[in-house]
């Protein structure tokens, strides 16, 4: 069985999730701004960008 290598962009998710900025027992958002001609988008393939990743805080 073959695995899908993971998005480039999930270690910046995953930084993001694991900092002490989040707090435990809150909901976040963490947004993923892919290119405009990224595959992903146009469902030709996977990312093939680098995205902007960030926390997004509620306002």
Do not use: Q
């Not at 999930?10 to 999730?17: F, G, M, P, T």
């Not at 909901?27 to 001609?37: A, S, Y």
Request: proline fraction near 10%; charge should be positive; charged fraction near 30%.
């Amino acid at each position: 069985m073959n695995k899908k290598p993971h998005p480039k962009y999930l270690d910046d998710v995953l930084n993001i999730a694991g900092s002490e900025v989040i707090k435990p027992g809150t909901v976040n958002h963490i947004e993923v701004r892919h290119d405009t001609w990224c595959d992903l988008l146009h469902r030709r393939g996977p990312c093939n960008c680098r995205p902007d990743v960030r926390l997004v805080r509620p306002s």
